[in-house]
């Protein structure tokens, strides 16, 4: 009943924006087709040409499934794990940046504490003064390439990092 009401009767704890707004309108539409019975439901493995589970199946699919994400390789730096939760919440944009308090119903001022621009992940670690010295002072030490965005921050983490 719940998919037969527009607009859904469906509510979240957390505001759905972006890739899950995108992810959570791609499974309605694949279940809005969906009729249920009382029939007892079939199952069929499609990654065999017979419909049967086997462990070969499935790792012929994994492995030809494309190349792993490099994030994924946070896991397996050799630092504390504190700085690896930190580094994934960077990379999936979770950190709690003002911009992201706001859609979770913080009530404050959007701007930034070192300079007049709203604060996101983006400009607090690469676009506001503060951050573009300290990335300019790493930057002669450390002969490091200057960063454009959070991907390419992420992508110099790990390679840079012994794993």
């Not at 607009?7 to 309108?25: C, D, H, K, S, Y």
């Not at 439901?41 to 040409?49: F, G, R």
């Not at 580094?87 to 701007?111: A, C, E, P, Y």
């Amino acid at each position: 009943t719940v998919l037969h009401t527009i607009p859904l009767n469906i509510q979240f704890r957390r505001a759905l924006v972006g890739e899950r707004w995108t992810a959570w309108m791609h499974l309605v539409r694949r279940l809005i087709d969906v009729q249920l019975s009382d029939q007892p439901d079939p199952t069929q493995w499609k990654l065999a040409n017979n419909g049967i589970f086997t462990v070969k199946s499935f790792y012929m699919d994994l492995i030809n499934s494309g190349p792993v994400s490099r994030s994924l390789h946070i896991w397996k730096i050799k630092v504390p794990l504190r700085i690896k939760i930190f580094m994934w919440f960077v990379h999936k944009q979770v950190i709690l940046t003002k911009d992201n308090l706001i859609k979770r119903r913080w009530v404050g001022s959007l701007r930034c504490c070192f300079c007049d621009h709203d604060e996101t992940i983006q400009h607090l670690f690469l676009e506001c003064p503060l951050a573009k010295l300290l990335w300019r002072t790493i930057h002669i030490a450390f002969n490091i390439n200057p960063l454009v965005d959070i991907a390419s921050l992420f992508k110099m983490w790990l390679t840079r990092v012994d794993i």
